[in-house]
């Protein structure tokens, strides 16, 4: 069974362009969380989805933006790209969320996106 | 401050030593995470917990909900093992909250 997938691995933006990022979940997982991890910081997260419902969202501007679908893949779409923008993209995927939450579920990471804003 | 913090932030060890990270948090936790990223930024998940120990192989993970603080031990470590260290807790209340990790180098 393949593992968290994300897409692409590597990219490079300019400021104000736009960008999506693509993640696919382990078959069977409902939920997919984001999160940015800048150079030499911990992840910070971004959006959780659940059953295509947006269930948690931290503290980022709305220039970031996501959808899940009804295979249960995600997107992840900023814009107006800023250099500060500049991080890895990580998905995660759990089989559940419980209270609306991110419940205490064992997460799978995809290997991440890594977007440079130039 | 942050919710979760990590020590120490660096750590070099020589093979075969037995190594400990740890982790403070500052909330009320569901659960705990250790998970471990390699160059490159692939995150595998080691641990999740609640309450008392856990043992993996080489690896066990131990968490103290009073005191809020765990911590994971590394026996009889080895070069493969190098890696940062990511402390993570899932709140009562939102969000996995992450530390900031601690980067582990073991030389031969």
């Known amino acids: 069974d393949a593992g968290v997938t994300q897409s692409p691995t590597h990219l490079i933006k300019t400021r104000g362009q736009h960008v999506t990022l693509r993640c696919s979940p382990i078959?069977?997982?409902?939920?997919v969380s984001w999160y940015q991890q800048v150079l030499g910081q911990g992840p910070q997260f971004i959006f959780q989805?659940?059953?295509?419902?947006?269930?948690g969202r931290g503290n980022f501007p709305d220039r970031f933006s996501a959808r899940q679908f009804p295979n249960y893949s995600s997107e992840l779409n900023v814009n107006a790209l800023l250099l500060g923008d500049s991080a890895l993209y990580l998905c995660?995927?759990?089989?559940?969320?419980?209270?609306?939450?991110?419940?205490?579920?064992?997460?799978?990471f995809g290997a991440g996106s890594r977007l440079t804003v130039l | 401050k942050n919710e979760v913090e990590q020590s120490p932030q660096n750590l070099t060890a020589q093979e075969g030593e037995f190594i400990t990270i740890n982790c403070s948090y500052s909330v009320g936790i569901s659960a705990l995470h250790w998970l471990q990223q390699h160059p490159g930024g692939g995150i595998v998940s080691l641990f999740m917990l609640s309450s008392g120990k856990k043992k993996h192989g080489r690896l066990i993970a131990t968490i103290n909900i009073q005191e809020k603080h765990s911590s994971l031990h590394i026996t009889a470590s080895h070069p493969r093992d190098s890696a940062v260290y990511i402390c993570a807790v899932t709140p009562s209340q939102g969000n996995l909250i992450f530390g900031k990790g601690t980067k582990l180098s073991v030389k031969p």
């Open positions: 995660a995927s759990s089989p559940r969320t419980s209270g609306g939450l991110s419940g205490a579920n064992v997460l799978t």
């Open positions: 078959s069977g997982h409902k939920s």
């Open positions: 989805y659940y059953e295509k419902e947006e269930r």
